[in-house]
């Protein structure tokens, strides 16, 4: 039985890859965007991290009526601006509005260039008064448990479920796709830790996630901060790495 059940654990595995190979766009050396739905994409650029080497961060990017959403920005002004270039000249849409899942800089490094072309960003209130206690620059709104809009037609939900990988960290549901993006709250299948804790409140993260399983129950896609996207075994896999984590 164990065997079966990591077949198709693997198969399951296999498949995301290949899907997320096939619609892929390249826009440079750094950044690219895949395909998850006709007007939903995945941006992934490439940063080089001390300590690190090269590794990728995921956001969201949303399509409607010429207007785009963004979920997080690339870790920089310089790679948002390219990123932002990209959707204009190729996609014929104009980056209107922001999403901010935590404070961190692969989540709102690029926000000051956003601004300074007219985007409306939204984060929870403790990302805003985090920001302000170092001096980055500040979210245009903000939330607190929960927030609920209609962006051209397409409903969003924001949602602050408890402190995982940071104290802040929220998700973002797109109940008519079915697809949470999770962030770095959430970590991708083939992951072996739970990455960079600097910022972690790890004795709530289990029951972040479980909160998070409990309402989304239905989720088709899971993107996670770094690494490739799947479905609800993303919640399973990060749910086991904090056990683990915990036992050491």
Not at 128 to 139: G, I, R, T
Request: negative net charge; charged residues 15%; contains cysteine.
């Amino acid at each position: 039985m164990l065997k079966s059940t990591t077949l198709v654990i693997l198969l399951l595995f296999a498949s995301y890859a290949l899907g997320q190979s096939s619609n892929k766009i390249v826009i440079d050396e750094d950044i690219q965007l895949i395909q998850l739905q006709d007007s939903i994409f995945v941006h992934i650029t490439w940063h080089e991290g001390d300590g690190f080497g090269r590794f990728p961060s995921n956001g969201l990017l949303l399509i409607k009526n010429g207007k785009v959403l963004l979920v997080d920005t690339p870790m920089d002004n310089e790679k948002t601006e390219r990123l932002c270039d990209y959707i204009s000249n190729k996609l014929n849409a104009i980056p209107s509005h922001l999403i901010i899942g935590h404070f961190h800089n692969d989540c709102l490094g690029g926000l000051p260039y956003l601004q300074s072309i007219g985007v409306k960003s939204i984060a929870h209130s403790l990302t805003k008064a985090k920001c302000e206690e170092l001096n980055l620059a500040l979210p245009g709104s903000t939330f607190k448990d929960a927030l609920n809009f209609d962006f051209n037609g397409v409903p969003i939900s924001c949602r602050f479920f408890g402190g995982g990988h940071s104290f802040d960290n929220i998700t973002v549901w797109l109940p008519k796709q079915q697809i949470l993006f999770g962030g770095c709250l959430v970590k991708t299948y083939n992951a072996q830790g739970l990455g960079n804790l600097s910022d972690a409140v790890v004795g709530e993260w289990e029951n972040t996630i479980n909160k998070i399983t409990m309402e989304y129950s239905e989720v088709s896609s899971v993107i996670p901060g770094h690494g490739s996207f799947g479905g609800s075994e993303l919640l399973d896999r990060t749910i086991e790495l904090v056990q683990i984590h915990q036992m050491q």
